[in-house]
């Protein structure tokens, strides 16, 4: 009797304490307010268990990269954008080689700046290959066209079951009423038009695809789907609740038409050729010779795909295994995960909502039972990894089986024991400084008692804006200054310098010395945080010059500071030991805009941007390229500019345009011409006066396979 009076209470309050945990996880869930975490934990597993799919060598990719813009412009003077019948050598190539089908991730809605004989020649190259797919765009709202074209294909194939699955109450990005469809001499030659109106998550990222849509009553399948139509275009179609059928090939489709993709890796993964490759060696098969692509047959049988990835023309997407990804690549994981058989599958609600149950059940019954604080400590840490350990194995198995909820219930639960054993038997407290005493200070313990969700350790992919600056020669400056008068020089130059980065919207990160570290684009998202952090440059260097009369008189120097700034993807959040930890960024861009700042010593310069963020400031500011430079601890070389403002630059405007004249001709390696046109400015402009002992050195040295790069020998 005695045992039964002492289990039955434990019992009881087990099984409250567990459906209180479950139903307490499962309302927010049903809610939708942890979608945005849940996404977070998928990009997690996707990342982690990426790797490619059986049909991955199936898919090629033709990309026009930065190198094929350079070497077009380089080799040909060609500007962006390209002629049409460049397109066509293209086609030629891949018809050449034996491309099943050629799909085209480019919008070619207006006729070329070349005239028509210009899309015409293209236009006749796409009718010698005859599977060859173009990308129109679909909407509800902006489209010059609400009936299919007369000249434009029609699709060979219908779903069955379409009709029917058409009549749910959402049919939003599902059927469209304008549309904007490529210029005429094109599309009347294309084997089939395809929607290529992608739509992300909330946060911008790419996870789920719609597969078809329809225009005018007309199928329109996604662009991944149209590479293997234009090859099969009797394909067999039929649309049942949850699942489309192609050709024996089952989708599962949520009641939007939407597929989860399985991606295979970052980009890259499948396999990819640079367009200037590929009609360099279209170029030399015509004339004779050896192409660069050696293997004759290179895309015979394959399914290829031509977009962009040159970060200039914006079709870099964020996907869950990478935070910069060419939009091209998107549709190449959905039809590898079309030909290999493994888009991923929801998981039933009613699945979910029952394993959220029994693991808060588990959960609650086994640490109110085993309630010391090893025991505890153990129990949670296993019931804390069970989501986990579930939600990757499901991953394996091709199911997205939700990861936050099944957390939130153990979470909860654990939280919820713990207050009961608390109330009950005096043990929570006892139990939080036990476990964490050799961890955290006691003001941190009694913080975590209050509020265990603050303490968390690990941070987060993303793209951010990183800026470094130093003051030049304050080191040294500082030796001879006494510490009161040193201390309130550095506390009113970086409050002056900290007020505008906050009010640009950056986030500072921390101040060594004299130095500041600041970043944008987190923890809050910022549209155009590069555009802020360079404009917060900008600010700061102007503050700097109205401030320095005054410290000339404290200090009997002009102090200038220097500026770096990268944008690219960092890791960003809460870092350290388990004692103490801060809100930091890691990572090789923020490597490089701490490089950048100390590259200003190099050409007299006091704010450098990379490429990186130049492309993103849209003309806001002018800029003027300083260098492709070679940093230390970088393998590929990096182009530098200097930003200003508009009224700087006009100002300026002979100089910047003088100095432009010589660089084009250092990179191009005629040192002696350089140097007289870097002379005619050095002594008015620092950089220009850096140049100038460099095509010296230059000059005097053998240099073979000059590349025009600035090879940084210092930190």
């Known amino acids: 009797?005695?045992?039964?009076?002492?289990?039955?209470?434990?019992?009881?309050?087990?099984?409250?304490?567990?459906?209180?945990?479950?139903?307490?996880?499962?309302?927010?869930?049903?809610?939708?307010?942890?979608?945005?975490?849940?996404?977070?934990?998928?990009?997690?597993?996707?990342?982690?268990?990426?790797?490619?799919?059986?049909?991955?060598?199936?898919?090629?990719?033709?990309?026009?990269?930065?190198?094929?813009?350079?070497?077009?412009?380089?080799?040909?003077?060609?500007?962006?954008?390209?002629?049409?019948?460049?397109?066509?050598?293209?086609?030629?190539?891949?018809?050449?080689?034996?491309?099943?089908?050629?799909?085209?991730?480019?919008?070619?809605?207006?006729?070329?700046?070349?005239?028509?004989?210009?899309?015409?020649?293209?236009?006749?190259?796409?009718?010698?290959?005859?599977?060859?797919?173009?990308?129109?765009?679909?909407?509800?709202?902006?489209?010059?066209?609400?009936?299919?074209?007369?000249?434009?294909?029609?699709?060979?194939?219908?779903?069955?079951?379409?009709?029917?699955?058409?009549?749910?109450?959402?049919?939003?990005?599902?059927?469209?009423?304008?549309?904007?469809?490529?210029?005429?001499?094109?599309?009347?030659?294309?084997?089939?038009?395809?929607?290529?109106?992608?739509?992300?998550?909330?946060?911008?990222?790419?996870?789920?695809?719609?597969?078809?849509?329809?225009?005018?009553?007309?199928?329109?399948?996604?662009?991944?789907?149209?590479?293997?139509?234009?090859?099969?275009?009797?394909?067999?179609?039929?649309?049942?609740?949850?699942?489309?059928?192609?050709?024996?090939?089952?989708?599962?489709?949520?009641?939007?038409?939407?597929?989860?993709?399985?991606?295979?890796?970052?980009s890259g993964t499948h396999k990819n050729f640079s367009a200037a490759a590929v009609l360099q060696s279209e170029i030399q098969i015509r004339n004779g010779e050896t192409p660069n692509i050696e293997e004759p047959r290179v895309f015979e049988g394959k399914y290829v795909f031509f977009g962009f990835s040159a970060p200039g023309l914006y079709d870099l997407r964020s996907v869950p295994v990478a935070g910069i990804y060419p939009g091209v690549e998107i549709y190449a994981t959905m039809l590898d995960n079309f030909l290999s058989g493994d888009f991923m599958r929801p998981t039933p609600a009613g699945f979910t909502t029952l394993l959220a149950f029994l693991l808060a059940l588990a959960c609650a019954l086994a640490v109110t039972y085993f309630s010391s604080p090893a025991q505890s400590i153990a129990l949670g840490l296993l019931f804390l990894a069970a989501p986990i350990l579930a939600c990757l194995g499901a991953y394996a198995g091709g199911f997205w089986l939700p990861l936050v909820v099944l957390e939130s219930a153990c979470l909860v639960t654990l939280g919820l024991v713990m207050v009961a054993n608390y109330s009950t038997e005096g043990r929570q407290r006892r139990f939080i400084k036990n476990a964490f005493k050799h961890f955290l200070s006691p003001d941190v313990i009694e913080q975590l008692i209050a509020n265990p969700g603050q303490l968390k350790l690990g941070g987060e992919r993303k793209t951010l804006s990183i800026f470094f600056s130093d003051l030049q020669g304050f080191t040294s400056l500082s030796e001879g200054m006494d510490p009161g008068q040193l201390t309130a020089i550095l506390n009113d130059y970086l409050s002056a310098m900290t007020e505008i980065i906050h009010k640009e919207g950056g986030t500072i990160d921390k101040y060594e010395g004299d130095a500041i570290i600041a970043f944008w684009n987190a923890p809050l998202d910022i549209e155009e945080h590069a555009l802020r952090a360079v404009r917060a440059a900008l600010r700061c260097q102007a503050k700097l010059e109205d401030m320095r009369p005054e410290f000339r008189q404290r200090t009997g120097e002009d102090l200038r500071m220097r500026i770096g700034i990268n944008t690219g993807p960092a890791v960003v959040g809460n870092m350290g030991s388990h004692a103490r930890f801060d809100y930091t960024v890691l990572g090789d861009a923020v490597n490089l805009a701490a490089r950048l700042e100390g590259a200003n010593k190099q050409f007299g310069t006091y704010t450098m941007i990379s490429r990186s963020t130049r492309d993103l400031l849209h003309d806001e500011f002018a800029t003027r390229e300083l260098a492709r430079l070679a940093v230390i601890g970088r393998s590929e070389a990096v182009v530098v500019y200097e930003p200003m403002f508009h009224d700087e630059y006009d100002q300026r405007k002979i100089r910047l345009e003088t100095f432009n004249e010589a660089l084009s001709l250092y990179y191009s390696g005629r040192f002696k011409r350089a140097l007289e046109t870097f002379a005619r400015i050095q002594n008015f402009d620092s950089a220009a006066d850096a140049y100038v002992e460099k095509c010296k050195t230059c000059m005097a040295s053998e240099i073979k396979d000059w590349q025009g790069l600035w090879i940084m020998d210092r930190k």
Request: hydrophobic share 45%; with cysteine.
């Open 1 to 266: 009797m005695a045992l039964r009076s002492g289990v039955t209470p434990k019992l009881r309050r087990g099984i409250v304490i567990g459906l209180l945990g479950a139903a307490l996880s499962l309302l927010p869930w049903a809610l939708g307010w942890l979608d945005a975490w849940e996404a977070k934990t998928w990009d997690w597993r996707a990342t982690l268990l990426a790797e490619p799919g059986k049909a991955s060598d199936d898919i090629c990719l033709i990309l026009l990269d930065q190198k094929s813009l350079d070497w077009a412009k380089e080799e040909n003077d060609l500007t962006w954008p390209w002629p049409r019948e460049i397109y066509g050598a293209i086609v030629n190539f891949c018809r050449r080689s034996g491309a099943k089908s050629l799909a085209f991730d480019v919008l070619f809605t207006e006729p070329s700046k070349y005239g028509v004989g210009d899309d015409e020649a293209f236009g006749a190259a796409v009718a010698d290959h005859g599977g060859v797919v173009f990308s129109a765009f679909f909407s509800n709202k902006s489209g010059n066209l609400t009936q299919w074209p007369k000249h434009a294909p029609l699709p060979t194939f219908t779903i069955q079951g379409l009709d029917q699955w058409l009549k749910q109450p959402d049919i939003n990005g599902k059927a469209f009423s304008r549309a904007i469809m490529p210029v005429e001499e094109l599309s009347a030659h294309a084997a089939l038009i395809c929607n290529v109106h992608l739509r992300p998550g909330p946060d911008g990222i790419y996870r789920q695809l719609q597969l078809f849509s329809t225009f005018d009553g007309k199928l329109l399948p996604s662009l991944g789907l149209g590479a293997y139509l234009a090859a099969h275009p009797n394909a067999f179609f039929k649309i049942l609740p949850n699942k489309l059928i192609i050709d024996q090939k089952t989708i599962p489709i949520d009641s939007g038409g939407k597929a989860i993709l399985r991606y295979r890796g970052p």
